[in-house]
């Protein structure tokens, strides 16, 4: 997937499409390190065959390690070794409780609320960094993280941490802006409290209800579609597994189909920014190809969603009716204004 385009150290995505290669990241910004301003700060985070899944769980958690005083991690019963590959790090501030998988619990995602539940629950931070194992932090967002603990910390009104959203699909050059991918989530959410992980754990609520949170400016490397086509059948298998029991996961074999069917690949747009440092070697790494396919269940093949993308990114720059799983805090910013979505693309993202 590399040379052959007429852009110097440039890959192509299928259909010939070429990509420019990843720019140098910024270099880390100084940053109040952990214990700042006597807040103490836990990351927190579940897994499960991170190696098989092709998950960059190592490069998460150190992402924001030098924010955190402790990283605890349920790590479930792995396969793949998965446990023992996070007892090789090492890190003084790591922290593993040993999990079993209920499959009585494979209905919608929910075990996947349990496992970040359980890690939650032995959080000792005053607030408590989440990070699902697919997530990156870049290290020139951390100082924006630090303040926004630091100015919030004692304003009980704010129960959790908002952050903007970059999700990488089929490759690590372009970015999915289409409709249904939401644009912003809670991550740091204030210990003590009684939050809880939500439905499938994509993000949290207290008692039912919304989390009031204070947006931080920062935002959120999501990988979850990056992966070689191979590991995202694997993941495509668990994740039917998880949402709808052990008999609906399909044939195993199936699941090693060297090619995935990424769908119409519409709603993508190139990726102009830096990775997160610790994301270098895999992004170097890469050696498959993406290529456009028949439909292929993507919600955001469909028609309609493509044609909201289309007058949200180009006509509006705001998106319409956006899911907000929180709620924002008067007086702590403003997650999108009416060229939010339009700026946040220009930033990070170049036209097709």
């Known amino acids: 997937m590399t040379g052959g385009s007429g852009v110097p150290g440039s890959t192509r995505l299928g259909g010939g499409l070429a990509l420019p290669a990843p720019l ?63 007892r090789s790090l090492d890190e003084p501030k790591l922290r593993i409780i040993e999990t079993a998988w209920d499959p009585a619990l494979y209905k919608r995602g929910g075990i996947f609320a349990q496992q970040t539940d359980i890690a939650l629950d032995a959080c000792t931070g005053d607030w408590a960094f989440y990070l699902q194992a697919d997530e990156v932090v870049h290290e020139r967002d951390l100082s924006l993280i630090r303040d926004a603990m630091d100015r919030h910390g004692a304003d009980p009104r704010v129960e959790g941490l908002l952050f903007a959203y970059l999700h990488f699909f089929g490759d690590y050059g372009h970015i999915q802006t289409s409709h249904n991918w939401y644009g912003h989530e809670v991550r740091v959410v204030r210990t003590g409290v009684g939050v809880r992980s939500w439905h499938d754990a994509q993000g ?89 396919s028949a439909p292929a269940g993507h919600k955001h093949d469909r028609f309609g969603i493509q044609a909201l993308t289309v ?26 204004w009416p060229a939010g979505w339009r700026a946040r693309l220009s930033r990070y993202a170049e036209a097709p």
């Open 24 to 86: 140098t990241p910024f270099p880390a910004p100084a940053i109040a390190t952990a214990g700042g301003a006597g807040t103490r700060v836990s990351g927190f985070t579940f897994v499960r065959n991170a190696i098989d899944l092709y998950y960059p769980v190592v490069e998460s958690i150190r992402s924001i390690l030098p924010l955190c005083d402790e990283f605890v991690v349920a790590a479930g019963d792995s396969t793949d070794g998965t446990t023992a590959l996070l």
């Open 311 to 336: 007058l949200e990114n180009y006509v509006l720059g705001f998106r319409i009716g956006e899911r907000r799983n929180f709620e924002l805090v008067p007086g702590t910013g403003r997650a999108q």
């Open 204 to 292: 949290f609520r207290i008692a039912g209800r919304k989390l009031r949170v204070a947006p931080t400016g920062a935002c959120i490397y999501h990988y979850g579609w990056v992966r070689p086509p191979r590991n995202l059948n694997r993941k495509a298998r668990a994740f039917r597994e998880a949402y709808f029991g052990s008999a609906a996961a399909g044939n195993a074999d199936e699941a090693e189909r060297p090619e995935y069917r990424y769908g119409r690949l519409r709603g993508l747009r190139r990726f102009r920014g830096s990775h997160p440092a610790l994301m270098r070697a895999r992004v170097a790494a890469q050696d498959w190809t993406v290529l456009p």
